[in-house]
């Protein structure tokens, strides 16, 4: 089971972090990956961070801007967003899988768990 937390509502150029955190199993050995949905649209890919921690990339809206980290021994993903816009309000929602690799990170298919989804609204 994955939990999201850590929106909010921010003013344009802040920062926010969010967390996805697991339970029921060992996080380390999987690949996470974040999308955000705005009412109306698809769900779009954010970012995504490998079981190995150190390999990550992100959608080039986000890119810059944008870091994932993981902490296994909390079994949490961390999304740290800066320099916020208003283009970034979303509702914001963590994956993970097993059986991701590195060509499709960025696909919703990949991945077999999701969170529920965190409120992130930046004003102008």
């Known amino acids: 089971q994955l939990q999201a937390s850590g929106g909010g509502l921010v003013q344009a150029g802040a920062s926010l972090r969010l967390s996805c955190t697991a339970s029921?199993?060992?996080?380390?050995?999987?690949?996470t990956g974040w999308f955000r949905q705005v009412p109306g649209k698809e769900r779009e890919f954010v970012g995504v961070?490998?079981?190995?921690?150190?390999?990550?990339y992100f959608a080039d809206s986000v890119k810059g801007r944008f870091t994932l980290s993981r902490d296994n021994a909390k079994n949490t993903v961390y999304l740290q967003m800066n320099s916020l816009k208003p283009e970034d309000t979303a509702v914001y929602y963590c994956?993970?899988?097993?059986?991701?690799?590195?060509?499709?990170?960025?696909?919703?298919?990949?991945?077999?768990?999701w969170g529920q989804g965190t409120q992130v609204t930046v004003s102008s």
């Open positions: 029921g199993c060992s996080f380390r050995t999987y690949t």
């Open positions: 961070i490998f079981r190995s921690g150190s390999t990550t």
């Open positions: 994956a993970a899988s097993e059986r991701v690799i590195y060509s499709s990170g960025y696909r919703e298919s990949a991945y077999d768990y």
